[in-house]
């Protein structure tokens, strides 16, 4: 069965960071991309960053560029997203996904 678990959300102050992680099971984690998204109250899912099956390439939402990192460890089925700087209006369920999977998410809620 292939699944994501994503961990590490929670309250954090404004100008705070947060790392969180999803760990893979079920398939071949080092051959595929992969993905964070985030999901704010009341409006829609939106992308934030991917990073490559080798982890040589990643990219990132404009309004996270700067302040998250995303990073991957093949060796154990692993991908991070280290949120820095945080601010209140990145509020939301972050998700990751890769081969058309994708976990139940982690709260992220930044105070001011």
């Known amino acids: 069965q292939e699944q994501l678990v994503e961990y590490g959300g929670g309250l954090v102050q404004a100008g705070g960071s947060l790392r969180l992680s999803c760990v893979a099971s079920?398939?071949?984690?080092?051959?595929?991309?992969m993905g964070w998204h985030r999901q704010a109250p009341g409006k829609e899912r939106e992308w934030v960053a991917v990073?490559?099956?080798?982890?040589?390439?990643?990219h990132y939402a404009p309004s996270v560029k700067g302040r998250f990192i995303i990073s991957r460890d093949n060796g154990k089925n692993t991908v991070y997203l280290q949120v820095n700087n945080l601010k209140p209006e990145d509020t939301g369920v972050y998700y990751c996904?890769?081969?058309?999977?994708w976990g139940r998410g982690t709260q992220v809620t930044v105070s001011s």
């Open positions: 079920g398939f071949t984690f080092a051959n595929h991309d």
């Open positions: 990073i490559s099956s080798d982890g040589g390439n990643q």
């Open positions: 996904n890769g081969k058309d999977n």
